[in-house]
């Protein structure tokens, strides 16, 4: 999944579409946090051959820009960000 987003992308976060086609071809709006930062999240594991840094970096970099938005999407982001940032813990 995270190297098909990479793709359609060309690993830039702000060309991320609300929905994709079986085939890779994007529709919908912009890049949407609660799409963009769980994707950041999948990108911390990384593949079995390359790396998923620059990708993360560039998630990362897109989400922390981004102004509040709606309950829903800025909850997702902040799951994200405690988990990306190191700073999710288990009780």
């Not at 709006?29 to 999240?41: E, I, R, S, W, Y």
């Amino acid at each position: 999944m995270n190297a098909g987003i990479r793709r359609a992308t060309a690993d830039v976060p702000a060309r991320l579409r609300t929905g994709y086609t079986l085939d890779g071809v994007g529709y919908g709006g912009g890049a949407v946090m609660a799409f963009l930062a769980p994707l950041a999240v999948a990108a911390m594991i990384e593949p079995a051959v390359g790396t998923n840094q620059p990708w993360l970096d560039a998630a990362w970099a897109a989400v922390v820009q981004q102004p509040p938005t709606d309950y829903y999407s800025d909850s997702l982001k902040l799951m994200a960000m405690l988990v990306v940032s190191g700073n999710w813990w288990t009780p």
